[in-house]
């Protein structure tokens, strides 16, 4: 199996930032996609941006110039660097990998446990 635990969220102020990280444990062959969702109240979740085991990232419109995503691939981990942050970034925010584990090598979607992040105005 393979837990994600997320971790970095919290309050913040309109223009703040705050750093997510996400950590992916398990018997883990590789990690060929990790991501980052978010779900508000009363909304469907939705991509915020991903990054391939290369490196090569893609964002939502609505965050791109102000998130950064990135990964180590040794440590299995991604992180998401948020600044300038504002009130409609409210919301739960989930990691997201696709993992290859398993004597067949096949790959399976796991999702963390989400993160609050809060930006009051």
């Known amino acids: 199996q393979v837990q994600l635990v997320e971790s970095g969220g919290g309050l913040v102020q309109s223009g703040g930032s705050l750093r997510l990280s996400c950590a992916a444990s398990?018997?883990?062959?590789?990690?060929?996609?990790m991501g980052w969702y978010r779900q508000a109240p009363g909304k469907q979740r939705e991509l915020v941006a991903r990054?391939?085991?290369?490196?090569?990232?893609n964002y939502a419109d609505s965050v791109k110039g102000r998130f950064t995503i990135s990964r180590d691939n040794a440590k299995n981990t991604v992180y998401l660097q948020m600044n300038n942050l504002k009130p409609e970034d409210t919301a739960v925010y989930y990691c997201?990998?696709?993992?290859?584990?398993?004597?067949?090598?096949?790959?399976?979607?796991?999702w963390g446990q989400g993160t609050q992040v809060t930006v009051s105005s």
């Open positions: 398990g018997s883990i062959i590789s990690i060929p996609v």
């Open positions: 997201n990998a696709e993992v290859v584990h398993g004597p067949l090598n096949l790959r399976f979607n796991y």
């Open positions: 990054i391939i085991t290369s490196g090569v990232t």
